[in-house]
């Protein structure tokens, strides 16, 4: 199928098709009607078995990517998030956001060579999964399958990543923003690799709603009560290799930043130092699982879950693994992981804001010529 063949066929089927790209996979997507399963997936097999395209077609992609880079950096997001990635980690490709490196975005068009052995060298079926969610018959869709996978040929070969060794010491980092802009707080602090048979992985999360959840002490003193910040949010971030406990806001005025911090400092101490009630955890453990299983409400919803399960473990059942965490989670768990995560040994601070050009005072002469 050519590019206009491929698109055709999608519009016939009235399909939406799409991709994206995080840290540890690249998810590619049809979503249409379940009797033309054997079409979408002749046309997808096609693609990811046969894929050609012109330099040029490649050029106009790798500048479209560094189109949509220059507009994520618009948003004080993307630096803060780039400046805490690079200080966070030294030898791990964490170092750098799915996007890349700015240098090589804009090398990228010359890579056209590059990107046909790219292709050739993960895009093969050692690295794939192919996931089929909604009214379907398993035999059925095996044999499908089959059919129009079963002669790609094996030769993936895996990248090299090299382990991050142990963060030393907090590192820290201030972004000026070229216009007015109300101040921004990025926070990290590094946390262990997803594993969905620890239970610690399910306490993080959990940590995460004691802290930041809408209903938390946290959220209420900083964002209800004091209104010294727009927003907070935090959560541990799930990757396949140990990664960060991230948390951002942004506060009214420059002046209140550091009473931000320390609020928030004041709020991690005391869940190192007490153990918080078991009543209040049971409400959290209750709204995760009820909420993720609310989350299941259309074929594909249930799909990108899974998939992200299957990129972080390569296991469907890791779902089920996790949740048969929760309930081991006990208050004093709790304790000890603040404890342990919740060092400056393991902590990136960036900061963002507008600094004013200092004024010049005017020179003013009395008398002339």
Not at 39 to 48: L, S
Not at 134 to 155: C, I, R, S
Not at 236 to 255: G, N
Not at 286 to 312: E, K
Request: without cysteine.
């Amino acid at each position: 199928y050519s590019a206009d063949e491929y698109n055709d066929v999608l519009k016939r089927l009235g399909a939406d098709s799409n991709a994206f790209t995080t840290d540890d996979y690249t998810n590619y997507y049809i979503i249409g009607p379940s009797a033309e399963l054997a079409t979408m997936m002749d046309i997808e097999a096609d693609r990811f078995k046969n894929l050609q395209y012109s330099e040029e077609v490649f050029r106009t992609e790798a500048l479209a990517v560094l189109g949509e880079y220059n507009k994520n950096a618009s948003s004080p997001f993307l630096p803060m998030y780039e400046k805490m990635r690079d200080l966070a980690f030294q030898k791990h490709t964490y170092k750098h956001t799915t996007m890349g490196f700015l240098e090589d975005i804009k090398a990228m068009p010359g890579y056209y060579e590059y990107s046909l052995r790219f292709f050739d060298r993960f895009y093969r079926p050692e690295n794939v999964v192919l996931l089929i969610v909604g009214d379907v018959q398993p035999e059925k869709t095996f044999q499908l399958a089959k059919k129009h996978y079963g002669d790609w040929e094996k030769g993936y070969q895996p990248a090299d990543i090299p382990d991050e060794p142990p963060q030393k010491a907090k590192q820290t980092a201030d972004i000026d923003w070229a216009t007015p802009i109300r101040p921004y707080l990025m926070m990290g602090w590094h946390i262990p690799a997803f594993d969905p048979s620890d239970e610690d992985t399910a306490a993080l999360q959990l940590l995460g709603q004691l802290l930041f959840a809408d209903s938390a002490p946290l959220y209420q003193e900083l964002v209800v009560d004091r209104q010294w910040v727009d927003f907070i949010s935090g959560e541990p971030d799930e990757r396949r290799d140990p990664y960060l406990f991230t948390v951002y806001t942004r506060v009214k005025s420059e002046e209140l930043v550091p009473k931000v911090q320390k609020t928030l400092a004041e709020h991690i101490e005391r869940l190192k130092k007490k153990p918080v009630e078991a009543e209040r955890l049971q409400r959290i453990k209750d709204h995760l699982r009820y909420d993720f299983a609310l989350g299941l409400d259309s074929p594909g919803s249930v799909g990108f879950i899974v998939a992200r399960f299957l990129s972080l473990t390569g296991d469907p059942g890791a779902i089920n693994h996790l949740y048969a965490q929760f309930p081991k989670v006990e208050p004093a768990d709790i304790q000890r992981l603040a404890r342990r995560i919740f060092q400056d040994s393991r902590h990136t601070v960036v900061s963002l804001s507008h600094k004013p050009a200092p004024q010049v005072p005017e020179v003013t002469t009395e008398g002339g010529e």
